[in-house]
């Protein structure tokens, strides 16, 4: 019989979702997590052999590629890779979207398997996406996909 591989999660989010931290404890060796409206600001890792690693991840969200949105969504949750925030593309379809915690979203008018917003991107959870949203409205411009709700405009 083989031993499975187990994790203990502890997350602590500000209430206006501008900060958070997840602590994970896995095989060892504990991850720090730190975030502010889902981007990604440090990893740290401490080994049991006290050895300590800090990573410095993009100063924005990533952009992840797919075939189609049931593959988009399957891979979000699974891979540890494809973080809260990042930008999921799914040109064959027309969707863009974005990853709120475990739930992928659209911004396109298309969402294929993706969640659908009613209200832009740029103002969900309070605005917590925002990078996100930005970039995933450029790429929907470059590749000239409509979005699914436009921002207000502001005089």
Do not use: N
Request: proline fraction near 6%; include cysteine; aromatic fraction near 6%.
């Amino acid at each position: 019989m083989s031993e499975q591989s187990t994790a203990e999660v502890v997350t602590a989010t500000v209430p206006d979702g501008s900060w958070k931290l997840q602590v994970t404890y896995e095989e060892g060796k504990t991850i720090a997590e730190v975030s502010s409206f889902g981007v990604p600001l440090s990893i740290t890792t401490l080994t049991a052999g006290g050895v300590v690693t800090v990573e410095d991840p993009a100063t924005g969200p990533t952009v992840h590629r797919f075939a189609d949105t049931s593959e988009a969504y399957d891979a979000t949750q699974c891979r540890a890779d494809i973080r809260d925030g990042d930008v999921l593309v799914v040109e064959p379809e027309q969707v863009i979207g974005i990853l709120d915690e475990a739930w992928p979203f659209a911004v396109t008018q298309a969402h294929g398997e993706f969640h659908a917003l009613k209200i832009p991107a740029s103002e969900h959870k309070d605005g917590r996406y925002t990078a996100s949203a930005d970039l995933a409205g450029r790429i929907a411009a470059e590749l000239g996909f409509p979005l699914a709700v436009q921002p207000a405009r502001t005089a």
